[in-house]
């Protein structure tokens, strides 16, 4: 295990983790990005579903990676979440940027898959069309959701857990964010709020983060196996969905505003911030510039043999 590999993925775990915490773009998109994306969710699968040899390789990937994820979404949750409710249309139009440069490097990265499959062009529609659903469909009202440990019912830990199996399928796939779908679901803010809280030593909000860590544990284990069969059997399909998702989660974030605790006008032309979304496209940029100045050709080897 080489010094450079633990810090290339200590410094993936934590964009992964920016992106997760901030509603906008999914720790998937920053995984494809970086070039890492099919092993990530390999080593996922492997660890429930591996042979012994695969589990303990992806052990040791997902704690390097998870080092670094627990360190970034820790500070995130301290200071980005409250940027975002602050300066939700700065903070919109720096990941609306961030999709847009991104969407380019991940169709030029998958070319050689892409390639001879115009056909499949249709499942571009079909992703986008998927994300707008969900976010058109958004149950949340301008009422916080109080997830403390006494005002808890079991139709409540019921939501939470199923919320939290659905946000995990979004958080491994490059496109619609996790954080995304908990603000759909109205649990965006109380959830974030709930991990300050735990942070602070304040348990009375312990036990529904226990139920949303099981609730990602079981999408987990239902959602990663049937992305990495995609990816394999059906990988040209998958990335058009992909590249579809990740083009309707601009629609997603352009509604954002709409799902904040006290409700703000969706994203217009007058809200939306062209320096942050020239922001966006230098981050994608500055994350292209990092896989290829710090990558370690262990790790490169590894990531494409995923």
């Known amino acids: ?38 092993r990530f969710i390999g080593s996922l699968d492997d660890l429930f579903h591996g042979p012994k040899a695969a589990k303990i390789d992806a052990v040791k990937f997902l ?3 998870g080092f670094g994820w627990i360190i970034g979404f820790g500070l995130s ?23 847009v440069f991104a969407i380019p490097i991940v169709v030029l990265e998958e070319k050689s898959t ?3 499959h115009a056909a499949s062009l249709v499942f571009v529609a079909i992703g986008a069309a998927a994300v707008v659903a969900i976010t058109l ?6 009422e916080g959701v109080n997830v403390a440990v006494g005002s808890l ?21 490059p496109g619609i964010s996790g954080s995304t779908l908990l603000l759909i679901f109205g649990l965006y803010v109380p959830i974030m709020g709930a991990v300050r809280a735990v942070m602070g030593l304040d348990l009375a909000y ?9 609730g990602v544990a079981c999408g987990v284990l239902l959602f990663v196996r049937l992305i990495r069969m995609c990816l394999k059997k059906f990988r040209p399909q998958t990335m058009y969905a992909i590249v579809g998702m990740m083009l309707g989660s601009l629609f997603s974030i352009t509604q954002g505003p709409l799902t904040l605790t006290e409700p703000l006008p969706a994203m ?4 939306f911030s062209l320096l942050f979304f020239v922001i966006g496209g230098v981050v994608v940029g500055g994350l292209q510039l990092l896989k290829t100045r710090l990558e370690d050709p262990a790790e490169a080897r590894k990531d494409k043999e995923a």
């Open 206 to 214: 312990l036990p529904i983060l226990l139920v949303f860590i099981a």
């Open 153 to 173: 019912n079991p139709g409540m830990v019921a939501y939470v857990f199923f919320a939290a199996m659905v946000a995990i399928s979004a958080m491994v796939l």
């Open 77 to 99: 949750a301290l200071v980005l979440t409250s940027f975002f409710d602050s300066h939700i249309y700065q903070v919109s139009s720096l990941f609306m940027g961030f999709i």
């Open 268 to 271: 217009s032309l007058d809200t």
């Open 1 to 38: 295990m080489s010094i450079a590999g633990v810090i290339i993925n200590f410094v993936r775990g934590f964009c992964m983790a920016l992106a997760d915490s901030v509603p906008g773009v999914s720790g998937g998109t920053i995984a494809f990005l970086l070039g890492f994306y099919d």
């Open 114 to 116: 892409l390639k001879g």
């Open 137 to 142: 469909l958004s149950p949340v009202s301008d």
């Open 63 to 65: 704690l390097k990676l």
